[in-house]
């Protein structure tokens, strides 16, 4: 019995037929531990429905529980773990660290404060506000104009047919590492601004992209992404060896403000939210940018069609880009 395991019946001496036969053989078990046990001994408790080990010293419950550190994959400390909890590496601690967490009520909300939380992931990639006020280079035709304001750009069709109001500004230093002048698609990129719309008009095309050439262009035909509204509806673009369009479901009211994300996961995917809610998502190989394009550009515009008489705007407003490091 001090391995644990007893004999059912007492046959004396035990042939070797019942000692080999499982059908002759018990665990021991009971609602107390059996006295003098010896080390390794084995004893399951039936009031606890629990399995016990002596180690020499004391019964140790052979449970396994859920942990809240697990030491095999590095130090990882979350002393209360819950349901929702975000993980994330941190290169430079050689630890894994609880950043956020989510949960049905408020969404996700960070597990650190508000300030750790914006200087950490700051200092993970690059990150820029981008300004508006200055440093775009305008493409317009016709009518159209592009007003370069400290909060805002301005895109207008002016009232004239055929018109369009545009600007590009060149993106440098996002290609860590690497030639300043290269935008690199295999990074993680958040490019986020808020937006709205002005005046309907049924003909009227607005866009925020990064594209490969300055000025307007239509539709992608090189590497890229960005947003684009068909009059008020909005539409994900992408462009990796094929254009790829993504109906975001959205009809934006003239002068109400959204907040627009545009996630690039490399290799992956690309996905679009509106108000933090994700409306869109491109999993196509082919129309998901990879590598480097050499100088890329932000551009911002509005075009109306062959009918005019509508001055509308396309208004972009509080614009940053972040790429992981």
Known sequence: MKSGIEHIVATVPVPKSEFEDEQFHNLTHGNAFPASPIERQLFYRDDEHKWYQYNGTAWKDLTVAAVAKLDDIGDVNVPAPAGGDFLEWDATTSKWIKIAHKDAPTGVHGALSGEELLVYHVRRGNFIMIPTGTGWTTDNAGSGTFAQEAMRSLAGTGVTANSRGCATATTYGFNEGGNYGYFNYDKKLYLIFNYARNASDAEAVARV??????????????????????????????????????????????????????????????????????KGTQSTAAKIPSGLLEGPYLLHGIKNGATGGVLAYSVFMHSKIWQER
């Open 209 to 278: 992209q990064i594209k490969q050439n300055a000025g307007w262009g239509d539709a992608l035909s090189a590497k890229g992404l960005g947003l684009r509204a068909d009059n008020l509806a909005l539409i994900g673009e992408s462009y990796g060896t094929e254009l790829g369009e993504v109906d975001l479901g959205v009809t934006l009211v003239t002068l109400i403000t959204h907040q627009i994300m545009i996630v690039l996961d490399p290799g992956s995917s690309i996905k679009w939210y509106v108000d933090g809610v994700l």
